[in-house]
Structure formats: structure tokens, C-alpha cells
């Protein structure tokens, strides 16, 4: 009886085992920003586009892009923004309060994933 039991739990473990160690394909699904740039229209207007690119996204796939600016010497006019996968890109119109300030901003996305940027750029 007791040999029984051994074998039984032999045989579980063993198949247990099979089950862990099986392996499975799970697609990966990524965005990845590539550009960004900073653009001076006037003393008073700043333009700010960003792009990106992506593996095993579908072109219509909703995209939400934010930008956030953590300083009083601009104000972002057009965030968030709604876009599909496929438009690649973006563009924000900031206003000018102050010039030479230093700006800090956050850039990203959000889809089944998401991806935040930080950068700096002078006013």
C-alpha cells in the first residue's frame, strides 16, 4: 500500500512538472517613442511634436497622448489627445508666459500599455 502512494505521488509530480515547464508563445505588444522636438513659432507659441513607433500594434488601435508641463512659464493648449497607432505622431501647441525659463515636461501614451517621458527645454 504504501509503495502505492510513492508511485502516486511519483506519477503526479512528474506530470505537474510537464505542465510548468510547457511553454507557450505569448505575443508582445509594445509602443516605443522615437522622436521629440521642441519648436519656437514665436515669443509667445511653442510647438512640441512627439512620434513613436511600436511591435505588434495595429494600426487602428486607439492611442491616448498627454503632455504635462510642470512649470508656470507655459501652458499646454491641446492635451490629452485622441489618435490610432497609426498616426505615429503628434503635436502640441504650448503658450509662452515666460521666456528663458527652464520647462520640465512629461510626454506619453496610453494604450494596453503606456510609456512616460520626461525632458527639459528652454522657453
Known amino acids: 500500500m504504501n509503495m502505492n ?6 506519477i503526479a509530480i512528474f506530470f505537474s512538472l510537464l505542465l510548468v515547464t510547457s511553454s ?17 513659432v514665436s515669443s509667445s507659441k511653442i510647438i512640441v511634436g512627439v512620434s513613436w513607433d511600436g511591435i505588434n500594434e495595429a494600426e487602428d488601435e486607439y492611442v491616448l497622448t498627454k503632455l504635462k ?20 505622431n503628434t503635436t502640441y501647441e504650448l ?10 515636461c512629461r510626454t506619453g501614451t496610453i494604450d494596453i500599455v503606456n510609456w512616460k517621458t520626461i525632458f527639459y527645454f528652454r522657453t
Open 5 to 10: 502512494r510513492q508511485s502516486i505521488f511519483v
Open 95 to 104: 503658450a509662452v508666459h515666460k521666456n528663458d525659463a527652464l520647462v520640465r
Open 69 to 88: 508641463c510642470f512649470s508656470d512659464a507655459v501652458t499646454v493648449l491641446n492635451s490629452p489627445q485622441d489618435h490610432v497607432f497609426g498616426d505615429r
Open 24 to 40: 507557450t508563445y505569448v505575443e508582445v505588444k509594445q509602443m516605443i517613442p522615437t522622436t521629440f522636438t521642441v519648436k519656437k
